[in-house]
């Protein structure tokens, strides 16, 4: 086994272990406010450009997860964009986010969860504005270490993490990737994926926690390929169609 992978291997289990450690009560905080957003029969979505869209999908339309979360896309801000490259011009494009958010259907008093490892790009910087302009409760994922030593590429001279209600630390480094390799002066291996993934799941179970605790029922999907599953997901769907927005 490569050194470096052991490396890397440690890197993860040590970043997994700080989110542990050290952001638990925001993760209890931010699943309250999903929470609350479920009892007062409001919508939760989520947003992630380009990369960052992975814990996006992570959360939505899958086996263990909320039927609820409602994902925010822009197709020129996902991996099949092509030139791919045209994804970190859209990210910096005034006006994008506002008509991103605009198109969701997002209201007054739902959730958003905006991850963004640097939180420093005009798309999740003028999202975050919109929404807290919308009376919309706002959360985001934010890797603190790299948000705090770099200045915002918005207009308004803010980063995402100074908008939000609350933030998660991801507990990774600047430039995200973690491992250096001999020979090679760019860093590989980034972590934010594996840490994102780690934070969206904890937040899951709190919100289960939560909803079972007020004597309700989780909507959680369940695994396409078991039998039976597809019937019940499709009860799932139809019960929470009015804050279900993905399948209409």
Known sequence: MSLYVNDYKKKLIDMISKINDTQQENIDKVAQMMTDAILGNKSIYAFGPSHAGMIVEEMVYRAGGLALVNPIHGAALLPNARPIS????????????????????????????????????????????????????????????????????????????????????????????????????????????????????????????????????????????????????QKLLEKNKDRIHYMY
């Open 86 to 233: 045209i994804t970190t011009l859209m990210e910096r494009l005034p006006g994008y986010a506002t008509a991103l958010i605009k198109a969701s259907g997002i209201k007054k008093d739902d959730f958003l969860l905006i991850h963004s490892v640097s939180a420093r790009i005009p798309i999740v910087v003028e999202m975050a504005i919109q929404a807290k302009e919308m009376g919309v409760h706002l959360a985001g994922i934010v890797n603190m270490d790299f948000a705090t030593k770099v200045t915002s590429l918005d207009s308004s001279g803010k980063m995402m993490q100074e908008v939000c209600d609350i933030v998660i630390d991801n507990c990774g480094e600047l430039g995200d990737a973690s491992i250096s390799i001999e020979g090679l002066s760019q860093k590989v291996a980034p972590t934010s994926t594996v840490a994102g993934a780690f934070i969206v799941n904890s937040l899951v179970i709190r919100v289960c926690e939560k909803l079972i605790e007020k004597g309700i029922e989780p909507p959680v999907f369940r695994s396409a390929n078991i039998d039976g599953a597809n019937e019940l997901n």
